[in-house]
């Protein structure tokens, strides 16, 4: 089956502590996003990369990193300079055109204690 | 800048009934816009998506949305609503020439038996 995978769906850290989520897809999409999810916030764009080994920052990259050394993957590090890291993340890629549609994966739940 | 907005964060309709959930976009024309739908705890799927081809556009789950360019406009509707269409529904048009998307902050559709 393709499609985009998301690991774990739960994750609970404490403050201070980096966590890693996980982003794979097999789709064999040339780029892949991260967006953060608040309630009644919509989507908000963390950081994206449109080629391996290349990555730009998005509307919200501060606190957040990541890294693209494979064209299927795409992991997203939560640091502990991430002011409130409490949200539901959401990975997705998209095919080589501008007018390609995205697909999201099932999403990860990060709650800091 | 381009922006979108979905009016009504909250839509309740008895089931049967029509349903509509709006969308505007505020900038230049786009070539093409989505909506996407997310049941709870999970990821964005793609219901429809317009890409100047037509202006009506026809998506999964019963669901048709008219592009009205003198309205600036997308609304998504849908004649009879059912139980299971109770979700949160985003619009979502591209920002820039490498495909970003700037969603909208969401309209949560419920459904009354």
């Known amino acids: ?113 | 800048a381009q922006s979108v907005t979905q009016l009504g964060s909250h839509v309740s309709v008895s089931e049967g009934a029509l349903v509509l959930l709006r969308c505007n976009y505020s900038s230049s024309v786009p070539p093409y816009l989505f909506w996407y739908v997310q049941y709870p705890n999970q990821g964005l799927q793609l219901l429809l998506k317009y890409t100047s081809a037509a202006t009506l556009v026809k998506g999964i789950n019963g669901f048709e949305a008219e592009f009205k360019k003198s309205e600036t406009s997308f609304h998504l509707t849908k004649p009879s609503a059912h139980m299971s269409d109770a979700a949160e529904y985003f619009c979502a048009v591209p920002l820039g020439s490498q495909g970003n998307l700037i969603f909208g902050k969401g309209t949560k559709l419920s459904v009354k038996p």
């Open chain 1, 1 to 113: 089956d393709g499609g985009i995978t998301q690991s774990p769906k739960y994750l609970f850290r404490k403050e201070g502590q980096n966590v890693t989520l996980s982003c794979e897809q097999n789709l064999n999409h040339d780029a892949m996003y991260w967006y953060r999810q608040d309630p009644g916030q919509g989507l908000r764009l963390i950081y994206y990369s449109q080629i391996v080994n290349d990555f730009q920052k998005g509307d919200i990259a501060e606190g957040y990193s990541v890294s693209r050394e494979k064209k299927e993957s795409f992991p997203l590090t939560v640091t502990s300079a991430q002011k409130n890291p409490t949200a539901f993340y959401l990975c997705a890629s998209k095919g080589g055109l501008s007018t390609d549609t995205q697909y999201f994966g099932p999403g990860t739940r990060l709650t800091v204690l």
